[in-house]
T-cell receptor, first 115, second 114 residues
């Protein structure tokens, strides 16, 4: 596709439910990043993939969060047993490689609201 | 923790004026990037400056980098209402196995009044 796409654009869920967020990176981009942005805040790094492997999972806030990437393309971020503090915009980005001087291209984000 | 910190947190100017935003960071960097975000959605890359560069221009944007002070500034000249957005600086960080990731600041919210 022309850019990074994410789905759904908005998700409202009840506390305790599981949610899955999807990211389609730009075709050919090997690096994929997940960030979280709470209201009025900066971006909080969650995890990144180089191909299908995730060298750095240090940003995942708890073991309720997990992510996978298959075929070096689509990635899903799963949040189990959602809590109200999980409410945020989840942004996905991709870049050609996870190397120096690489620009990241962002998707429009998924706004998650946990009631 | 946040590597880059933007200053001011919010800035309001009249259309046609120049807007200056600053970013300070803590550790050595290889490059610093500026991004723009409209309405809390996806970010758009504006400009990248390498650690051995002092100034870079792109259209109405001018970025400076002072590695001795660990700071950068973004200047938008002749601002337009369409420049209203949040602006973030991002610095690279080595994440192991030859890979790098970006660390973002909290951003400066710019409002340009027509």
């Amino acid at each position: 596709g022309a850019g990074v796409s994410q789905s759904p654009s908005n998700k409202v869920t009840e506390k305790g439910k599981d949610v899955e967020l999807r990211c389609d990176p730009i075709s050919g981009h090997t690096a994929l990043y997940w960030y979280r942005q709470s209201l009025g805040q900066g971006l909080e790094f969650l995890i990144y993939f180089q191909g299908n492997s995730a060298p750095d999972k240090s940003g995942l806030p708890s073991d309720r969060f997990s992510a996978e990437r298959t075929g070096g393309s689509v990635s899903t971020l799963t949040i189990q047993r959602t809590q109200q503090e999980d409410s945020a915009v989840y942004l996905c980005a991709s870049s050609l490689l996870a190397v120096l001087y690489n620009e990241q291209f962002f998707g429009p984000g998924t706004r998650l609201t946990v009631l | 923790s946040q590597q880059g910190e933007e200053d001011p947190q919010a800035l309001s100017i009249q259309e046609g004026e120049n807007a200056t935003m600053n970013c300070s960071y803590k550790t050595s960097i290889n490059n610093l990037q500026w991004y723009r975000q409209n309405s809390g959605r996806g970010l758009v890359h504006l400009i990248l400056i390498r650690s051995n560069e002092r100034e870079k221009h792109s259209g109405r944007l001018r970025v400076t980098l002072d590695t001795s002070k660990k700071s950068s500034s973004l200047l938008i000249t002749a601002s337009r209402a369409a420049d209203t957005a949040s602006y973030f600086c991002a610095t690279d960080a080595y994440s192991g196995a030859g890979s790098y990731q970006l660390t973002f600041g909290k951003g400066t919210k710019l409002s340009v009044i027509p």
